[in-house]
């Protein structure tokens, strides 16, 4: 067995031994709360395999889940806490739609790729503001990102409500993009779009680009010390806005490709949290975006999980909720042992 394949084994052992024991301790609960516990929990961890149906909300959540997890990885490689996923998600969403609908006389060879760049771009303008502000004036990023989130929600619901609602439907939703922009569905999973495939392409570029570019390896030198990268030569602060620019970036396509391949239209509200779950998933993917894309998998299974077990059984949703703080808990106390062992 070769050295690096050892060392990805070694990498991998903890996070699965704290998921297999979250399951375990989770079960425990379960046992507590029903009388068909094995039902619940297969419910939990397989209905999203039962049927075609099932199965393309389990890709389709898992996709904005993996996009804005590779975004905060970026960020994080550069020294960065970007909190700000939600925020720019909802930018990317509103201004491709907004693109489409305004635009929508244009071929659907130009209204497509021209609706995500949009939506791309917003959401890099709004982790490019942070960045600069990080790099020139010192300011704490997790406030801007957090107040962003907070204006851009804001933002979005005037908009919903007052410029852009589509008067003849209910609740805060725009008109509906063309059809003919909407993304197609994934071969043989009618209902699934090709944004998962976009996401695993990116998952593995990422990793090129962080792990395997000169480019990559400066960024993450500006992030780990931040004074030795300036000392060496490195651009560091220039590194700092570019990944929050791209950072920035991953959530406006997730928010994009959600609007062009599931809602086709803007929906005040549309994302149960997508952001703060995309963060949890960098967070306990070591920042790795390998890892990313199989916690965001995880977490979507999951999540979609919970709703199939509620409905067959009579354990809470909040099961889920409960059982991700415990992951979370296991993965700080492994990674607070190790870093103990580490200064021993």
Request: hydrophobic fraction near 55%; proline fraction near 4%.
């Amino acid at each position: 067995m070769s050295t690096r394949l050892a060392n990805s084994f070694r990498a991998m052992y903890a996070p699965v031994a704290a998921i297999l024991l979250t399951l375990a301790l989770g079960f425990l609960l379960v046992v507590a709360v029903t009388d068909d516990p094995v039902r619940a929990y297969r419910d939990l961890l397989f209905a999203n395999f039962d049927s075609l149906s099932n199965f393309a909300l389990f890709l389709n959540r898992a996709t904005p889940l993996t996009l804005i997890a590779l975004g905060v990885i970026f960020s994080f490689r550069a020294g960065i806490f970007n909190v700000g996923g939600e925020g720019q998600l909802y930018a990317g969403a509103i201004t491709a739609t907004v693109v489409g609908v305004m635009l929508a006389g244009l071929p659907a060879i130009v209204l497509l790729p021209l609706a995500i760049a949009a939506g791309i771009l917003a959401g890099a303008f709004l982790g490019w503001i942070p960045g600069v502000l990080k790099v020139r004036f010192a300011v704490d990023e997790v406030v801007t990102t957090l107040m962003f989130n907070i204006i851009v929600l804001l933002l979005t619901s005037y908009l919903s409500n007052q410029v852009i609602r589509d008067t003849k439907s209910y609740g805060a939703v725009s008109e509906m993009v063309p059809q003919k922009i909407w993304l197609p569905s994934l071969p043989g999973v009618p209902g699934a779009t090709n944004g998962i495939i976009v996401a695993v392409i990116l998952a593995l570029v990422t990793w090129l680009v962080l792990f395997r570019t000169e480019w990559g390896a400066q960024l993450r030198a500006s992030g780990t010390n931040l004074r030795f990268a300036k000392a060496v030569g490195i651009p560091a602060g220039q590194r700092i806005i570019t990944a929050m620019l791209i950072a920035g970036g991953f959530g406006g396509l997730a928010g994009a490709l959600y609007v062009l391949g599931i809602g086709h239209r803007f929906e005040q509200n549309f994302s149960p949290e997508y952001g703060l779950v995309g963060l949890t998933c960098a967070l306990l993917a070591r920042i790795h975006p390998i890892g990313a894309l199989a916690t965001a998998i995880f977490y979507a299974m999951m999540i979609n999980g919970s709703a199939y077990m509620q409905i067959s059984t009579d354990v809470p949703r909040s099961l889920v909720d409960l059982l991700t703080g415990l992951l979370v808990l296991l993965m700080t106390a492994r990674l607070t042992v190790a870093g103990a062992r580490g200064r021993s």
